[in-house]
């Protein structure tokens, strides 16, 4: 007969640094759009009208998924695709605002229909459509995505991710400032290319020494 497993998970392999799993590892939709660290208020105010348009241009990994899915959690009556490489373009469901991501992979077709909708309109984009789009009416606002992701903020959310993978009260293994500036230095503003390369770090300190040794330093 199996023994119970004990009540106290230490059995875990990140038990003994207080976590329940490494912070860095592939979230939800869902905990991506809890854990955001952004304001995505004006973008809502904005976009509140037809014939309004928001795209937001940005590099990979920089954190425009990030933005749509905290707006698709705050805005109940919008829909929200995403638009993956190399496969057919789904069908766009209507809403109030619609959200496309991935934008510049529209069909010109698709785009065009879409375009004619005159719903509110959240792109994510690569390219800007903003010359398309004002020929079908849309006024348009552009932000640009990761001119805003500096060391300061860096250190915010990675540390927000590791709260999240806290496994009880007390201590875990936070980042510092200056390990968030040493990060920045290497990987510029790419947020996922660091939550590679931390999950990568962590997975080796937790398989050659039974837990997090230290967080300074890592980048």
Wanted: with cysteine.
């Amino acid at each position: 007969m199996q023994a119970n497993p004990p009540s106290e998970p230490h059995w875990l392999p990140w038990a003994p640094s207080n976590l329940r799993r490494n912070p860095f590892g592939e979230l939800s939709a869902a905990e991506r759009a809890e854990l955001a660290v952004v304001d995505v208020d004006p973008i809502i105010e904005h976009v509140s009208k037809p014939k309004h348009a928001i795209q937001l241009i940005g590099d990979c990994g920089r954190g425009k998924t990030t933005r749509m899915l905290a707006l698709q959690d705050r805005l109940p009556r919008s829909s929200y695709v995403y638009l993956a490489e190399d496969e057919p373009c789904p069908a766009i469901p209507m809403g109030d605002p619609v959200l496309i991501d991935e934008a510049q992979r529209l069909p010109r077709a698709v785009r065009r229909s879409v375009w004619r909708s005159e719903l509110p309109l959240i792109l994510a984009t690569h390219r800007d459509l903003q010359h398309e789009l004002q020929k079908f009416g849309y006024r348009v606002w552009t932000v640009q995505i990761g001119v805003g992701n500096t060391p300061r903020l860096i250190c915010q959310l990675l540390n927000r991710r590791i709260e999240a993978s806290r496994l009880h009260a007390g201590p875990v293994p936070l980042l510092s400032l200056k390990t968030a500036e040493l990060l920045a230095s290497r990987f510029g503003t790419d947020i996922r290319a660091i939550e590679h390369h931390l999950y990568e770090q962590l997975q080796k300190q937790v398989n050659e020494h039974g837990q997090v040794r230290s967080l300074d330093n890592i980048g």
